[in-house]
């Protein structure tokens, strides 16, 4: 069976953070790796810095291609890759020298584990550590809490159609992401240390998001996976004693709820407020 781990890294003008983040990789303790650079429009010399490294090592691959955002930056490295196993990268982050080496040890241990993630130690513009806790899906529908830096199956990201690219605002594709993945009942194992370094930085591409830009990406991601959501809800509020039983049992009162809390509006016009 091919172990190769496929780590991804896009990039967009990651001039002053690229060589760190290859030397990382380089530095992987004793497995079977490839980098897939891809360029993402850079308008600075990320190119020449990613060539530098393409020369020094045949497993780092580059591609260049126009701005396209990093849904489609990193399905495209995605479709380039031949291991079994991928690792998205930021172009900005830095993985720990014994996450792939682990997280091998952890998918031939255990057949059904389809996720290998683990903690995070922030720097730059914050020091400390990030406790990333194990994939819960009651908390991964109202957030993202597990950061991309996460070694899955390809046959997964194959399986849900890849990353979406339609997102109305790039910088949520993990959220939903995880979200497709539980649709296909993946299992997350969670290392419970650290595997990667996590470059915090007022420039980044999430922290330029206001308010207007993460409630349009969370109303598409919950209109996405209404279902999900919706059945979630429904085994919630049926384990519930402040809901009175009976009330469960009208579907129209269900999902006019539904509706109610989480796009702000009623189909049926029942009576829902007997509910709250």
Known sequence: MNKRISIIIPCYNSKSTLEATLQSVIE????DWEAIIVNDGSTDNTEE???KWVGKDKRFKY?????????KTRNFGINKATGTYILPLDSD???EKDFGKTALKVFENNLEIDVVHGYAEYFGEKEGIWKIDDFNLQKMLVHNYIDACAIYKKELWQ????????????GHE???FWLALSTVNARFYNLNKITFKYFVSSSSMIRSFNIDMIFLNQDYIVKKYSKLYYDNYCREISQSNKIDKKYLKSR???IDLFCKTFFGFSIFKTNTEILE
């Open 174 to 176: 993990d959220w939903e």
């Open 93 to 95: 982050n830095l993985i």
């Open 252 to 254: 129209k009162i269900v």
């Open 28 to 31: 992987q303790d004793s497995i």
């Open 63 to 71: 591609y260049s291609k126009q701005n396209e955002g990093l849904g």
């Open 49 to 51: 810095i990613a060539l």
């Open 159 to 170: 399986k849900v159609g890849g990353y979406d690219e339609d997102m109305p605002f790039q």
